[in-house]
């Protein structure tokens, strides 16, 4: 089993940062690829970035590239969301979650419980 905790969500204005962490434990995770994902109100669970636990590589949705950065620091175990330049419809829970390398949330066996980030006007 892997268990993820995410912290440091919250209510910032537009335009402004919010840093997301996510707290990794359990059975050998570092043989996992590890994602955020975010679903707003009324819409599907979507794709935001993913990091290779070992390798470094990271993959974003177009949506966020330039303005969001997936990090990992390996001595704590825990993957991070910087998140910059935030918009209105950036507004959602984002969760954290382990799997296989990609964009779908089939590919994830492990999930956090969310956190939520709202963005104001």
């Known amino acids: 089993q892997v268990q993820l905790v995410e912290s440091g969500g919250g209510l910032v204005q537009a335009g402004g940062s919010l840093r997301l962490s996510c707290a990794a434990s359990?059975?050998?995770?570092?043989?996992?690829?590890m994602a955020w994902f975010r679903q707003a109100p009324g819409k599907e669970r979507e794709f935001v970035a993913v990091?290779?636990?070992?390798?470094?590589?990271?993959y974003s949705a177009d949506s966020v590239k330039g303005r969001f950065t997936i990090s990992r620091d390996n001595a704590k175990n825990t993957v991070y969301l910087q998140m910059n330049s935030l918009k209105t419809e950036d507004t959602a829970v984002y969760y954290c979650?382990?799997?296989?390398?990609?964009?779908?949330?089939?590919?994830?066996?492990?999930w956090g419980q969310g956190t939520q980030v709202t963005v104001s006007s």
């Open positions: 359990g059975r050998t995770f570092s043989n996992y690829a």
């Open positions: 979650a382990a799997g296989r390398w990609g964009v779908s949330t089939s590919n994830y066996d492990y």
């Open positions: 990091i290779n636990w070992i390798t470094g590589r990271t």
